[in-house]
């Protein structure tokens, strides 16, 4: 049965893993609420298992037939019979799958050793000494950041014409890209427009993250390596009873860029200070970039790249649910802006 569980898609599994444990809560009240695990099975089967309505490999017209191999006498059922058998059958997997949901979800040793995650690997973040560093020892992470704000700005220029699956997602222009390195997640692309000067919104992305990401659980600045750069700690909450996420990023920033743009280069690294947090995942973020551009004497143009591994999910769970992510994302800061026009804050 777990192997049956790995096999769902990722989001099917986390659904059927948040109500197992939800159902599992209510049956250890049952002595409130008379809802024991055979009850729950009994009302939620019907609905999340499916179950062919023959049972048995004997077949039936309305007459008992012989069947090769099988005793002469052996007794025929009805459809109606073989659909009741199926139906308990369902209710007792049903029953097992919610008393049993915390062994269920958890993935043999015997499993994880046959299994190689080689992109994984590849995804794995340095210390941050040594980012931007190449084989001969050269280079730093100002080297790696520069380098970053200049295929930004590249792109920007080129409009972004390599960039695939454009579409519009809650008024943002959402599309990938692939990359060649071996690794199976695609970049992603959300542009929209926010009624705010670069410097406001490249503010609010560095100090107010608190305003727009509402599943932030705790963040800090572990380190400041220069006026511009620093390494930032932060949490992600996840529905119950999915565990928090946590990043470590070094993060680096430039307001002065041509034509009053702004960006924002952010990439998952090793710092001694960074411990992992206890019941969280160490997610990785791949890349994260923000372009600020301005777009009139109100308004700036918000694009956001992304590249995120949460850890625990497939390469097909990103190629379908990244797009909106990044979109839903890019949304909350250009909403942030306009919730607190004409507001006040009362302490």
Not at 34 to 58: D, I, W, Y
Not at 72 to 80: D, L, N, T
Not at 85 to 99: F, Y
Not at 297 to 312: C, V, W
Request: glycine share 6%.
């Amino acid at each position: 049965m777990q192997a049956v569980m790995l096999l769902l898609p990722d989001e099917n599994r986390e659904a059927l893993q948040s109500l197992l444990l939800f159902l599992r809560d209510v049956a250890e009240k049952s002595d409130q609420n008379k809802m024991t695990a055979e009850n729950l099975a009994v009302c939620f089967a019907p609905s999340l298992l499916s179950l062919p309505g023959q049972a048995s490999r004997h077949s039936w017209d309305g007459k008992k037939k012989s069947v090769r191999g099988a005793n002469k006498g052996a007794a025929m059922r009805s459809p109606k019979e073989a659909a009741s058998e199926s139906t308990n059958h369902a209710n007792e997997c049903l029953t097992l799958m919610i008393q049993e949901c915390q062994t269920l979800l958890m993935i043999p040793r015997d499993y994880l050793i046959n299994c190689r995650f080689t992109h994984l690997e590849e995804g794995d973040p340095v210390p941050y000494r040594e980012l931007g560093v190449d084989g001969d020892g050269a280079g730093d992470h100002a080297t790696f950041i520069d380098s970053c704000v200049q295929g930004l700005l590249k792109e920007s220029a080129d409009k972004f014409r390599s960039w695939r699956g454009s579409t519009t997602i809650d008024g943002t222009e959402v599309s990938y890209k692939k990359v060649g390195d071996g690794h199976p997640l695609r970049l992603w692309r959300g542009t929209t427009e926010v009624p705010a000067q670069p410097k406001e919104i490249l503010h609010r992305l560095l100090r107010e993250r608190h305003l727009w990401d509402m599943d932030i659980a705790r963040w800090r600045v572990v380190e400041t390596l220069d006026e511009w750069t620093e390494i930032f700690q932060y949490s992600v909450q996840s529905m119950a009873p999915h565990p928090t996420r946590d990043y470590a990023v070094l993060r680096s920033w430039r307001s002065s860029l041509p034509n009053d743009a702004c960006a924002l280069v952010e990439t998952s690294v090793l710092h001694p200070a960074v411990a992992k947090q206890p019941g969280s995942l160490q997610g990785t973020i791949l890349a994260a970039r923000y372009l600020i551009e301005s777009a009139g004497p109100e308004s700036s143009r918000l694009t956001f790249i992304s590249r995120i591994d949460t850890r625990g999910r497939s390469a097909d769970y990103y190629n379908n649910g990244l797009g909106p992510y990044v979109a839903a994302l890019v949304g909350r800061v250009r909403d942030s802006f306009k919730a607190s026009d004409g507001m006040e804050t009362e302490v």
